[in-house]
């Protein structure tokens, strides 16, 4: 479930959002309690896989959706979205 509510929350946010803000929100809009360190180390991961990138904002890490990397008009992009 926590990787549903992580690229819901990112791909709807495009300035991105913090570890804890996501944590938060997660708990907000969806009821669903998760540990701050367990929403950080998946976004970490997915940093690792190419699906976000973070960068400093003061002392928050800011997390965000990375763009697709293939053109919205390919054929690959209805099949991937279906």
Not at 7 to 36: Q, R
Not at 42 to 64: A, D, F, M, P, V
């Amino acid at each position: 479930m926590l990787h549903f509510f992580i690229l819901d929350l990112l791909w709807d946010c495009p300035e991105g959002m913090s570890s804890g803000a996501v944590t938060d929100l997660i708990s907000h809009n969806y009821g669903v309690v998760f540990d701050t360190q367990t929403v950080r180390l998946k976004l970490k991961e997915y940093e690792s896989l190419g699906l976000l990138c973070s960068h400093k904002e003061g002392k928050n890490l800011i997390y965000q959706m990375l763009p697709p990397q293939f053109p919205h008009d390919s054929p690959l992009n209805d099949t991937l979205l279906t």
